[in-house]
């Protein structure tokens, strides 16, 4: 069966660490990072990047504008 | 339409001059002594023929900000108004100056304050002359005497608001909106197809996004922006002052008058001359930029300067920053609707003569 | 098969969403998780895909969208408070054949401006309204707003909005749908990925409208504002489906006849 596999691309320094991206993730690929940016911020990142089924879904709703989706189909 | 000698309205000469001028746009709003403006352009339907936008706006407000937003395109758009309905206006046409935007705005200047009277005034030559609204900013203000004036104004307004990119007004008063006079109309000019450069017309692939905004958060910038327009209001007191002398050659005495007042003082200064006092007139035609050198000359060889207005006394502090205290100044004025008589007139200037 | 790797899947081929590129690069000014920066994208996306960039001429309000102009590469013109529809409208009138829109949050719409608005719907202006509604002033530090709901706390109604005192929120949306001006009016939201779509396709049925020359089409966005409402981003979108979208219901309000 084909499968979607996809990846996130976190530009960490747009990044104000909002969340709203890691909530609207439906396979927990996002959380924000214990360390911050140069503003200060925890950035999101892919702590589960495995997860990532490309919905960009998290892209979509970012209001920053930091997030770049890939995906591809294998299988 | 060819030139045209036509018996009309100051009012209705400013609307025709509009359409003659190849104005873009006119956006107004009702208030007496200057309905006939939108009335005439509303009948006379420009944007079957030239293609010019009339509108009439729920509001002084609407109207003023419709030539904000058409000025940013670059457009030859104006509005006009009286008294009440400018006061209205002051917030654009800060904003207008502050985007250093080119636009003309006519003024058919009623009493007040509030509500006041319906009838002809001057009395809104501070608000015209030193800003009228918030900040720094100073319109370039052109006082019409005559319904050919109020015709002839309308494309030098446009020329000078777009030389500058700053508001153009025309100070008129109800006396010369409402008065008939002939005039000569110009010939139909075609509207410009032109993109400015700055103007916001839709971003090609060739130029920077075009941004029109009053707004800089800077301190620096924003003060290097204010000196910007002072050099502009100092490069139009260097070349755009304009007035009128009648029989200043010899004159011991100095009416200073614009507008109705003007014609009214005209005959004072017979009457003057005919019982052999040497009185002689300046009419500043431009109000901002005010003639100022012309009047600290004229100070150094005469008795005295009386300044002529139907206010309180506005002008008149121009006049006394001109002279700089070289000779004495005093002012006459009637208020609220009402206008001096050539006779009263005189009567002051012997009383201004004894001193 | 071989495993494969995230830096397998990120080549440019692979791309499933990126900005637009009509997004600046410039860092928004807005507060994490404000839905501002979401509807900026979204409208951006549009006129991208419209390939609207070389005739849109945008209208910014005042309050936190002002700087509107620095995040979106087409031409705009910065309006005096509530003023935006004036602008639009002889924008529109003078060159018909332009894209123009207008962004505009509650206090400028539907306090200041409200004249305006009613008035530029009413006469069916061919213009795009995009109306962000958060119930509240965000620029000036979270006052009473129009649209603040009822018994809602903000900097000028501490104890809550009293309706006896201040009145019932104003629905705007509901009032110029019923201006025979308008052609579509619509009530949309930015805090989930479903809702950003459905607002995509609102957006781009107001360009369609736009050219057709159907009247004007108002869009508002339900959104939030975490820093004036005094919650984390996610609080605050939760609060928003909680209390703001019972009083302002999502949806078509009024949609042109085919």
């Not at chain 2, 009214?264 to 003057?272: G, R």
């Not at chain 3, 509807?39 to 936190?64: K, M, S, W, Y």
């Not at chain 3, 332009?98 to 530029?120: M, P, R, S």
């Amino acid at each position: 069966m084909a499968k979607i596999k996809g990846a996130v691309v976190v530009d960490r320094e747009r990044c104000k660490g909002c969340e709203v991206c890691v909530v609207t993730c439906p396979t927990e690929t996002l959380a924000l990072a214990t360390e911050v940016n140069s503003k200060g911020y925890h950035y999101c990142y892919p702590a589960n990047p495995e997860a990532c089924i490309g919905c960009s879904n998290c892209a979509v709703v970012c209001p920053d504008g930091c997030i770049t989706v890939y995906k591809v189909k294998i299988g | 339409m060819e030139k045209e000698l036509r018996l009309m309205k100051g009012n209705e000469a400013v609307a025709e001059a509009a359409i003659r001028a190849g104005a873009d746009g006119y956006f107004g709003y009702p208030i007496t002594p200057q309905s006939e403006i939108l009335e005439y352009l509303m009948e006379a339907n420009p944007q079957a023929t030239t293609g010019m936008v009339v509108l009439q706006a729920e509001s002084e407000v609407a109207a003023i900000n419709m030539v904000y937003g058409g000025a940013s395109c670059g457009k030859k758009v104006m509005t006009s108004s009286s008294s009440p309905g400018i006061s209205l206006k002051q917030e654009g046409i800060t904003y207008i100056a502050g985007a250093e935007l080119p636009c003309l705005i006519v003024n058919v200047v009623r009493g007040g304050p509030g509500l006041g009277t319906i009838q002809p005034a001057q009395s809104d030559y501070f608000q015209a002359t030193k800003g009228g609204g918030h900040g720094d900013y100073h319109l370039l203000v052109l006082a019409p005497a005559s319904v050919q004036e109020m015709a002839d104004f309308v494309e030098l307004g446009f020329d000078l608001a777009f030389k500058y990119r700053n508001p153009v007004m025309i100070l008129s008063d109800g006396a010369i909106g409402q008065m008939m006079e002939k005039v000569w109309l110009k010939p139909q000019k075609k509207r410009s197809e032109e993109i400015l450069p700055w103007a916001t017309t839709g971003k090609p692939a060739t130029r920077e996004r075009n941004i029109i905004t009053s707004l800089d958060l800077d301190p620096g910038r924003q003060e290097h922006f204010n000196l910007k327009l002072i050099a502009k209001y100092r490069e139009m007191e260097e070349k755009e002052v304009r007035f009128e002398e009648f029989m200043t050659d010899d004159a011991e005495y100095i009416f200073v008058a614009y507008g109705t007042s003007a014609r009214l003082c005209q005959k004072a200064l017979q009457l003057a001359r005919a019982e052999g006092i040497k009185a002689g007139l300046l009419r500043p035609i431009t109000l901002f930029p005010f003639p100022k050198k012309r009047l600290n000359e004229l100070a150094a060889s005469v008795k005295g300067m009386l300044a002529v207005e139907m206010s309180a006394g506005q002008m008149v502090e121009d006049v006394m920053l001109s002279v700089c205290g070289k000779t004495r100044v005093s002012h006459y004025g009637r208020m609220g609707g009402m206008i001096p008589t050539p006779e009263e007139v005189l009567e002051n200037l012997k009383s201004f003569i004894k001193g | 098969m071989a495993e494969i790797t995230f830096n397998d899947i990120i080549k440019p081929e692979n791309l499933a969403y990126k900005k637009s590129r009509l997004m600046t690069d410039n860092i928004l000014s807005y507060c994490p998780g404000c839905g501002h920066g979401t509807a900026h994208q979204v409208l951006a996306e549009v006129l991208e895909e419209e390939n609207l960039q070389e005739r849109t001429i945008g209208i910014t309000p005042v309050g936190c969208s002002v700087l509107m102009y620095n995040y979106i590469d087409v031409d705009f013109q910065e309006a005096a408070h509530g003023r935006a529809p004036a602008l639009a409208t002889a924008v529109k009138r003078l060159m018909p054949d332009k894209f123009v829109f207008t962004y505009q949050g509650d206090g400028d719409l539907a306090a200041i401006g409200t004249a305006e608005t009613i008035h530029t719907c009413n006469r069916g202006e061919n213009i795009l309204m995009l109306f962000i509604n958060n119930g509240i002033y965000g620029m000036t530090g979270g006052q009473m707003a129009p649209t603040t709901l009822p018994g809602m706390k903000s900097s000028t109604s501490p104890y809550g909005r009293d309706v006896s005192m201040m009145g019932s929120p104003i629905k705007m949306a509901d009032i110029v749908a019923m201006l025979p001006g308008t052609c579509y009016v619509t009530r949309q939201s930015v805090n989930t990925a479903g809702g950003v779509r459905k607002l995509k396709r609102a957006l781009k049925k107001a360009v369609q409208y736009q050219n057709e020359k159907r009247g004007t089409c108002f869009i508002e966005v339900v959104s939030n504002c975490p820093s004036g409402w005094k919650m984390t981003p996610v609080e605050s979108n939760k609060w928003m489906e909680e209390h703001m979208f019972p009083f302002y219901p999502l949806g078509d309000i009024k949609v042109p006849a085919e």
